[in-house]
């Protein structure tokens, strides 16, 4: 069993004091909600595009789907060809949530029917993606691979 030695806890100590400057740094800039979650309306459409795909990719996708792909012999990246969806909802709800001022589907919510429709979308959400993103990832990254590469 190996033990992290000083120049590990260097190195991690380091990375923690270089993300909390980030954090403070990019606090200090944000000037209102709409800075934090439409980055200042200054971003082009290529790195917002880049985001929605970088923020869906877990290592559900890195283990799992290599895992499967692995052990039945084929490619299990078709399953993200369904990512056109979210530019086709994008494409006919962001004029939508423009002109009513809102960023978050739950601000919708509260905007629309009341403060508790807001909170119990997001409690729902939370809970869905505690029993769904998080437990697949951990049964992903847990399990034993069936690959004929992890049978010899």
Request: hydrophobic residues 50%; contains cysteine.
């Amino acid at each position: 069993m190996t033990t992290l030695t000083v120049l590990d806890w260097a190195v991690i100590g380091a990375y923690f004091v270089v993300l909390a400057g980030v954090v403070a740094w990019s606090a200090m800039r944000q000037k209102s909600s709409a800075d934090y979650f439409l980055a200042g309306r200054n971003l082009g459409w290529f790195v917002i595009g880049a985001s929605l795909f970088a923020s869906n990719i877990g290592s559900e996708h890195l283990v799992g789907l290599a895992g499967a792909g692995a052990g039945s012999g084929m490619a299990m990246a078709h399953y993200e060809l369904h990512a056109w969806c979210l530019l086709v909802l994008g494409w006919v709800l962001v004029p939508f949530y423009s002109r009513s001022g809102i960023f978050t589907m739950p601000e919708f919510l509260e905007r629309r029917y009341n403060p508790a429709a807001r909170w119990i979308l997001s409690l729902v959400s939370m809970v869905a993606y505690v029993f769904t993103k998080v437990s697949v990832t951990v049964y992903a990254g847990g399990g034993r691979c069936s690959a004929r590469c992890c049978r010899r």
